[in-house]
Structure formats: C-alpha cells, structure tokens
C-alpha cells in the first residue's frame, strides 16, 4: 500500500518527441507528488510536483498530469531533448514525517 | 532553494572501516535525511536526522551501523561502520526547506563509496 509503482523502466525518444512516464500508487494518504530528475553522478533534483487537488500542473516543457480517481499520475516533456536524457523519479510523500516513497525510476534516452 | 554540499564525494575504503559523511546545508532546516541508492537503483531512506531529537531509522537500518549527528540546522553526519562490499553505494542527503514549502526535499550531490 506504500508503494509508487512506475513505468515504464527505461525509454527511447526521438529528439522533438514526446516523453510519457507513468506512476499509479494506492495510498489515498499520499498528498504531494513530486517528480526528479537525476543525471549520472548528480544528486536528484526536484523538476516538477503536484498535489492531489490539482489535476494538471505544467512548467516549461513539462507537465504533470493527475488523475485522482484512477490514483494514477503522469510525467509528459514535450518536444524532448537529448539533454533531458536522465533517470526521472516519481515520489509520494507521506504520513507527518514527511518521508518520500519512490518509484523505481526510468531511463530516458533522447537521441539527437 | 537549499544549497547542500557533502564530503567526501567519493572515497574508496577497506573492509572493517568506517566512514563519516559530511552534510551541510547553506541555510537552517528543520528535516534532514539520508538515502542511499545503489548504481541503477531507486533510492532507500535510511533514518530522518532531526536537530534535538535522536535520528528514526527506517526498517533495515540501525544505530550502530549507521550513526548520525546532527547538532544544528545546518549540519548532519552520517557513519557507516564496520563496512562491508554490500555498503558501496551511493549516500545522499536531502533537506526539507521550510523556506519553499514543507513539501519540496532537495538533495546533495551524494557521496560514492566504494568497500573493497
């Protein structure tokens, strides 16, 4: 019930494409839902988060997409660029300790 | 945001030391945590250092392997004691910033341990 499951593992774009990650959770406690991005040998670095009374959050080329009911939400980078080839993160932030649960995360490769 | 630095940021170590992990964060903060995340993984919450209080380890993880100080808001260690192969990893800490919002944790740059 803790979980954040995510997918899919890893992902292949094309430059000016569109990347889709996925996390779906079961936890209706969860109440902040942030996303990261990690580049190798960096720590993760917050991108973008949304709470679950919105139902879509949009910063630059990146858009959050919520979906209450179904307890499933969506990472969407428009026109993708190889610089954005990273490992992203799906987080859920739970209870009064404020402790984050991760999903796996993905691998997204853009290539040029 | 938070600016958070750690030391060392990699360190290769032998079997049966110990190693302390530096954190330091450029404003006060009230939450601090230590991950760790091996090469390709997804990251694990070790404890939750808060200033005053003892550290809550999360399932796994206990005091005598993975001591923590945190004497101030800016500042945390983390040990990792009598290492072992399986303790290379990678160890992160995070911050909650009470400046952006209770909700925002950012993180360090980590530190990688390699234990031979």
């Known amino acids: 019930q803790q979980q954040v499951k995510q997918s899919p593992q890893s992902l292949i774009v094309q430059k000016g494409g569109i990347s889709i990650i996925n996390c779906a959770y079961e936890?209706?406690?969860?109440?902040?839902f942030p996303w990261y991005q990690q580049f190798p040998g960096k720590g993760p670095a917050l991108l973008i988060a949304?709470?679950?009374d919105v139902s879509e959050k949009k910063e630059g080329r990146f858009t959050i997409s919520f979906n209450k009911s179904a307890k499933q939400f969506s990472l969407h980078i428009m026109d993708s660029q190889p610089g954005d080839s990273a490992t992203y993160f799906c987080?859920?932030?739970?209870?009064?300790?404020?402790?984050?649960?991760w999903g796996l995360g993905t691998s997204l490769a853009v290539n040029p | 945001s938070a600016v958070i630095s750690q030391k060392p940021s990699r360190d290769i170590c032998q079997r049966g030391t110990s190693l302390t992990i530096q954190c330091q964060v450029d404003s006060q903060v009230t939450m601090m945590f230590w991950y760790r995340q091996q090469p390709g993984q997804s990251l694990t919450l070790i404890a939750t250092?808060?200033?005053?209080?003892?550290?809550?380890?999360e399932s796994g993880f206990v005091i005598d392997k993975f001591p923590i100080s945190r004497p101030n808001l800016t500042f945390s260690t983390l040990t990792v004691s009598n290492m072992s192969p399986e303790d290379s990893s990678i160890y992160l800490c995070?911050?909650?910033?009470?400046?952006?919002?209770?909700?925002?944790?950012?993180f360090g740059p980590g530190t990688r341990l390699t234990v031979l």
């Open positions: 995070s911050v909650e910033d009470l400046g952006v919002g209770t909700d925002t944790q950012y």
């Open positions: 250092a808060n200033q005053g209080s003892e550290a809550t380890y």
């Open positions: 936890n209706t406690a969860f109440d902040y």
């Open positions: 987080a859920a932030l739970y209870g009064n300790n404020r402790k984050l649960i």
């Open positions: 949304i709470r679950p």
